[in-house]
């Protein structure tokens, strides 16, 4: 099965290493639209228990517009989904949803520029985040 997420494991806390997350994407231009606090979620709504994570929604208006004025449909995969989930006490995975995979989702070649643009600045906010270079991409 191909994979479909970039992903980077920091030696970070989780708490830090969320800091850390919203800073590096801020740093390659994204916001954050949203934000979803899975274990808080899961709790209220379950009561289960699950690993402190969170889904932030990153956004970059410049390439959200060019992608929505290339195929409108795209904003059912906006916002850029990157998943902040806790490991272990000292250990912290980050994935990101690859923008490669919206290629499979939309037959359409203007969205190819705005994917390896995504690409490359979500990529460089992972390798950021992990300088010794443990980042995973999907290929």
């Known amino acids: ?11 970070e806390p989780y708490d830090t290493a969320v800091e850390s997350v919203r800073a ?17 979620t899961l709790k209220a709504k379950l009561d289960v228990d ?12 410049a390439l ?25 006490e000292a250990t912290t ?3 990101a949803f690859d923008p490669d995979a919206m290629m499979g989702l939309a037959d359409n070649e203007a969205l190819h520029s705005v994917a ?5 600045r979500l990529t460089a906010a992972l390798a950021a985040l992990n300088p010794t ?7």
């Open 24 to 40: 590096a994407l801020t740093d390659q231009g994204f916001g954050i639209l949203t934000e979803i606090d899975l274990k808080a």
């Open 50 to 61: 699950v690993a402190p994570q969170v889904i932030l929604g990153a956004c970059r208006p």
């Open 93 to 95: 995975v980050v994935e």
């Open 133 to 139: 270079g443990d980042t995973e991409g999907a290929n």
């Open 64 to 88: 959200a517009y060019e992608a929505l004025t290339a195929e409108p449909s795209i904003a059912a995969v906006l916002p850029c989904n990157v998943v902040v989930r806790s490991l272990d």
């Open 1 to 11: 099965m191909a994979s479909y997420t970039l992903t980077t494991t920091l030696n």
């Open 116 to 120: 390896a643009d995504a690409k490359q």
